[in-house]
């Protein structure tokens, strides 16, 4: 079983269209990081939380953090083609950076023009 | 500024052949590790390093060795390729300390 979980799978959506994609963790969270990958690509850091309560922006993207809930959110507001991708949860399960660090399975997403 | 630069980028192997993934980050980072993603499963810690010389096992190390000789080179060997490692490999990189994971752009290994 994943120790993160992403929700939903795969995600198609208008071009100007809000969508929200949900990272759940099973265990205490040290810091949680949001990551992009565009096919045949490495992955681009794009956001990181570390406190409950937590929110950043970056241009039309926000991430969330409710520490208590084990979850963050990763919100894009007014999608564009350009936002297409894989995105990835990524979470710091330990107190020892690198030993328990752990990905989501990732949400695809489709921008359509 | 290279970041982290994996080679090769592709790689068929038959089966038995064994291979070094080669992985080199200059950007002074203690943290090194490597991962394989598969579809549906996402990326998966094969080893990390969290120095020169310290090297340690991650969630799936089998059929895999490290070596940390120096801050910057992190190689990841197969021993014997087995089809059940045909996946993309990524080296990844970071201070710690909270700090996020720069990743290299992948090597695309294919096993016969």
């Known amino acids: 079983s994943q120790e993160l979980e992403q929700s939903p799978q795969s995600l198609i959506v208008q071009e100007g269209k809000n969508l929200t994609i949900n990272c759940t963790s099973s265990?205490?969270?040290?810091?949680l990081y949001w990551y992009k990958q565009k096919y045949g690509e490495g992955l681009i850091f794009l956001m990181m939380?570390?406190?409950?309560?937590e929110e950043k922006s970056h241009e039309k993207i926000t991430a969330k953090l409710d520490e208590k809930k084990q979850q963050s959110s990763l919100h894009i507001t007014a999608s564009q083609p350009s936002h297409a991708g894989i995105y990835l949860c990524?979470?710091?399960?330990?107190?020892?950076?690198?030993?328990?660090?752990?990905f989501g399975p990732g949400t695809r997403l489709s921008v359509l023009p | 500024n290279a970041g982290v630069t994996q080679t090769p980028k592709f790689q068929v192997l038959k089966t038995g052949q064994s291979m070094t993934l080669q992985c080199a980050q200059d950007?002074?980072?203690?943290?090194m590790s490597w991962y394989r993603q598969d579809p549906g499963m996402g990326l998966r810690l094969i080893h990390y390093?969290?120095?020169?010389?310290?090297?340690d096992q991650g969630e799936v190390p089998n059929g895999y060795n490290v070596s940390r000789s120096t801050t910057e080179d992190f190689p990841l060997r197969l021993l014997s390729a087995a089809p059940s490692q045909t996946s993309v490999y990524f080296c990844?990189?970071?201070?710690?300390?909270?700090?996020?994971?720069?990743f290299g752009d992948g090597t695309r290994l294919s096993i016969l």
């Open positions: 950007m002074n980072h203690e943290y």
């Open positions: 265990k205490t969270l040290y810091g």
């Open positions: 390093s969290v120095g020169a010389g310290i090297t």
């Open positions: 990844a990189s970071t201070l710690g300390g909270g700090q996020p994971q720069h």
């Open positions: 939380l570390q406190k409950g309560g």
């Open positions: 990524g979470a710091d399960h330990g107190e020892n950076y690198g030993q328990n660090f752990v």
